[in-house]
């Protein structure tokens, strides 16, 4: 079997065991545990279909920042008591979520995209590298979207910041 | 080569999970979780495309789609932090105040 064919089998049945651990895991603990798991696969699949940008930021920023986020918040809030799942919307949601699947899987295979192509060809990807090719539309093309979002991280970094503080802090410096 | 329908309907799989772990988690940290699971599911579907019409577009949203998650988890833990405070409880099914 060819090297590609064996990642992509690997991978993904690696991801979807994860990511069924993701939902059906009790404790929190090991629902982080398998995103991680299943972080690491996703990213092993955009190197087998040639994206090795894309999968080494994809280990970077959410297999190793992101998760991290969780893992902090969820070592300040204490166990969760209550009730791990929604019963009444456990029956209901599995038959609509495999219908949901089956319309994305038609629509995936019989969709009106057969004929487009783009303005990067195969040989052209092949010869300037997939890193450059990304970076260098990133940089022209999409460059106000660029700095767009690094105005949202910056917001975003803000706002975590003042939604996270504490009242007491501002209760001190009123009474000064 | 694998063809990119395989991906895709991964993608659908990978998306449909989230969106039953969305439906189903009562914790609400449970409910970010997934989210991140159906983000995922759309990167793999732009990066399966581009790989099929030979274009790298798909790769530059999936490097939004990074920077955006990264603001989501930031902000969404930062509320269940504020939460938390106020309510000592992250059960959806007890954040009830806006009905009353």
Redesign the interface.
């Known amino acids: 079997m ?1 090297l ?2 064996t990642g ?1 089998w690997v991978f ?1 049945s690696l ?2 065991l994860s ?2 651990g ?2 059906f895991f009790r404790n ?1 603990i090991y ?2 545990l398998s ?1 991680i798991s ?2 690491i696969m ?1 990213s092993g ?2 190197f ?4 090795e ?2 999968g080494a ?2 280990i970077l ?2 297999a190793v ?2 998760v991290v ?2 893992v ?3 070592s ?2 204490p166990e ?1 008591k ?5 019963t009444k ?2 029956l209901i ?2 038959p609509v ?2 219908l ?2 089956l319309e ?2 038609f629509v ?2 019989y969709g009106a ?1 057969s004929s ?7 040989e052209l ?1 092949q010869q300037v590298g ?1 890193t450059k ?2 970076a260098t ?2 940089f022209t ?2 460059l106000f ?2 700095e767009v ?2 105005l ?2 910056l ?3 803000i ?2 910041i003042v ?2 503080r ?2 007491h802090v501002i209760d001190e410096e009123a009474e000064k | 080569m694998v063809p990119y329908e395989y991906y895709v309907a991964l993608s659908g799989l990978l998306m449909v999970l989230g969106l039953i772990g969305v439906a189903i988690r009562r914790n609400i940290i449970a409910l970010l979780i997934s989210t991140e699971l159906m983000l995922n599911a759309v990167n793999i579907a732009f990066v399966a495309f581009d790989m099929k019409l030979g274009e790298v577009a798909g790769q530059v949203f999936v490097f939004f789609i990074l920077t955006i998650a990264a603001a989501e988890a930031a902000i969404g833990l930062g509320l269940i932090m504020a939460i938390y405070r106020l309510r000592k409880d992250v059960d959806t099914e007890t954040l009830t105040e806006l009905k009353q």
């Open positions: 060819e590609n064919a992509f993904s991801a979807v990511a069924i993701v939902v929190i629902a982080v995103l299943t972080l996703v699949l955009f087998t279909m040639g994206a940008l894309i930021l994809q920023i959410y920042a992101i986020f969780y902090l918040v969820i300040t809030v969760f209550g009730q791990a799942f929604e919307y456990m949601s599995v979520g495999f949901i699947f994305l899987a995936s295979l995209w487009n192509t783009g303005i990067f060809t195969q990807i997939n090719a990304v539309l990133l093309k999409y979207p660029f979002a690094s949202i991280l917001v975003a970094m706002g975590a939604i996270g504490k009242d």
